[in-house]
């Protein structure tokens, strides 16, 4: 495996992709990790990323020694390279001018990082402040850049390298390659990291974990990591994987139906279906604020859960927890600030007395896709786009009703199935239907209406973190308003979201 130190770099998580897609194994932990710990990892190279910081900073971060003599190649990256130049005693200045964004990288010195790559000069991706000025002996220089004299360099025995520019970023062109050059040429990995080899070890893993007699309980929530989840539990351990789908009466539609028949009919998987409609509707009556909603839906659903008829002398529950999840709780920045309340089944094992199983907590979002396939899910399963677990609760602005979840179900089906058959899923994050607190005057026959307001929302995103509103085609969407105010009695307007994010979030509540 290869180590990535994070030194609270945005761009960390990218390194971790990156070494991903040359199919190294890799994990991130935060710079102060116990040397103790980094030893038992075994790393076969440790990756010092980037960082906020100034090494002149009073409180910056810094590794011990210890790091750097483990043995094993390091490369460190913009931050990174400062730690490295630190400890090899080079001199570096802090200057006031930052060099941010595109420059040109000359390689001075043939090096294993810079193998295959075709001519001298290279575009790469700049943000520092600070700036090596001179080596000290142990270090060689083997590139430059037009405001940094030793924009790369090694130490003689070529254990440790230290990179200026960010090789994890699109803007670098050739930033993939020098990052599997890293980790195969000079790491020595054999790059056999692939989602079949870890159906075996993982597989093999959820097997000694569970043992040869206990239980495990899972909830399906129809979203695609706890599918995944499933399958793989299922696949270590059989008929002893018991799933459980809560149905909210918040999904859209023809839900219960989907998990119903891909895992119980098609797969034979124990899987218990809990009509608790009434219960979440009853609970979020009256109920107009965002955030009660999302408490609301998260207490309801542990209540639900609790009940002894579901846990059946299970000893583990299952979670389709993934890496981003983790690096977030553990990372250098610590968890960011809380927008939406997120309703996942946080707070159940302690108090169910369950042991967690997380079979994808190393995982990010397109390897669990990955491994759905190779796991024989169905694309209507493993390619869907996101859907928050309070449901269809907050895509109705105002008070929730069964009449409006109904209202609001009938409308998305058809954003759905309008966007399925023109094929523009593959290009959008997400597309759905937001019911408003609204009604407006229309005309239909001849006579007057006066009835609710559907919002359409379609966004592009690569991670949901940001998002554009999409530029659908204006046929499209004149199709998509009268289908919709034809079909849903109801509704007599539908206006198209054009805001992006920020300043709006995806969902509208
Ligand atoms: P926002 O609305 O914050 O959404 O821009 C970003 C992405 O997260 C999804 N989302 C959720 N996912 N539980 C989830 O698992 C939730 O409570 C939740 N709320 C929002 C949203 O659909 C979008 O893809």
Avoid at 94 to 110: H, M, Q, V
Avoid at 206 to 232: C, E, F, K, P
Avoid at 456 to 483: H, K, N
Wanted: aromatic residues 8%; glycine residues 8%; contains cysteine.
């Amino acid at each position: 495996m290869i180590l990535i130190l994070d030194f609270g770099s945005q761009y960390t998580q990218l390194i971790a992709r990156r070494v991903r897609e040359a199919n190294v194994y890799c994990e991130i932990h935060p710079y102060n990790f116990a040397i103790d710990k980094i030893r038992a990892l075994k790393p076969r190279g440790i990756i010092l990323s980037g960082g906020p910081s100034s090494t002149y900073d009073d409180d910056a971060p810094d590794i011990s020694d210890e790091v750097l003599r483990l043995g094993c190649p390091v490369l460190g990256i913009c931050y990174g390279l400062y730690i490295i130049a630190q400890h090899l005693g080079a001199k570096s200045v802090s200057s006031r001018a930052r060099e941010y964004g595109p420059a040109t990288l000359t390689i001075d010195e043939p090096d294993p990082l810079f193998e295959g790559l075709a001519g001298k000069e290279h575009r790469v991706w700049m943000s520092h402040g600070d700036r090596v000025e001179a080596l000290p002996d142990s270090l060689q220089p083997i590139a430059h850049s037009g405001h940094s004299p030793f924009a790369a360099f090694r130490t003689y025995d070529g254990r440790m390298r230290a990179i200026q520019f960010h090789p994890e970023v699109v803007h670098t062109p050739c930033g993939a390659q020098v990052l599997r050059n890293f980790v195969l040429k000079i790491c020595g990995e054999a790059g056999d990291w692939t989602m079949a080899n870890f159906v075996q070890t993982k597989t093999a893993e959820i097997r000694s974990q569970v043992g040869a007699t206990d239980r495990v309980l899972m909830a399906l929530s129809g979203g695609v990591d706890s599918a995944v989840a499933a399958a793989l539990i299922y696949r270590a351990i059989g008929p002893r994987l018991k799933c459980v789908f809560v149905d909210t009466g918040l999904s859209r539609a023809g839900e219960r139906e989907r998990m119903e028949r891909v895992f119980a009919r098609q797969r034979g998987v124990d899987l218990k279906v809990i009509d608790a409609s009434t219960l979440f509707v009853e609970r979020l009556a009256g109920v107009l604020d965002p955030e009660t909603k999302r408490k609301i839906i998260g207490a309801t659903f542990i209540d639900v859960f609790e009940s002894e008829e579901v846990v059946g002398g299970a000893r583990f529950l299952g979670q389709g927890t993934l890496y981003p999840d983790v690096i977030e709780s553990v990372s250098f920045k610590g968890p960011s600030a809380v927008i939406k309340s997120h309703h996942n089944v946080g707070g159940l094992p302690e108090r169910m007395k369950l042991e967690l199983i997380e079979p994808l907590r190393l995982l990010f979002k397109d390897e669990v896709r990955a491994l759905g396939h190779e796991l024989g899910l169905p694309s209507e399963i493993v390619d869907r786009e996101p859907f928050p677990g309070p449901g269809l609760a907050v895509r109705i602005v105002g008070e929730v009703t069964r009449e409006r979840l109904d209202l609001l179900r009938r409308a998305d089906a058809i954003v759905m199935e309008e966007i399925s058959r023109d094929g523009f899923g593959a290009r959008l994050w997400q597309a759905f239907a937001v019911l408003l607190p609204l009604k407006t005057v229309g005309v239909m026959g001849d006579g007057r209406s006066y009835e609710s307001t559907i919002a359409v929302r379609a966004v592009e995103s690569q991670d949901g973190m940001t998002a554009d509103w999409a530029r659908l085609p204006p046929d499209f969407l004149a199709r998509l308003s009268s289908r919709i105010t034809n079909e849903t009695k109801g509704v007599n307007r539908v206006v198209y979201d054009i805001t992006s994010k920020p300043p709006a979030t995806i969902e509208w509540e």
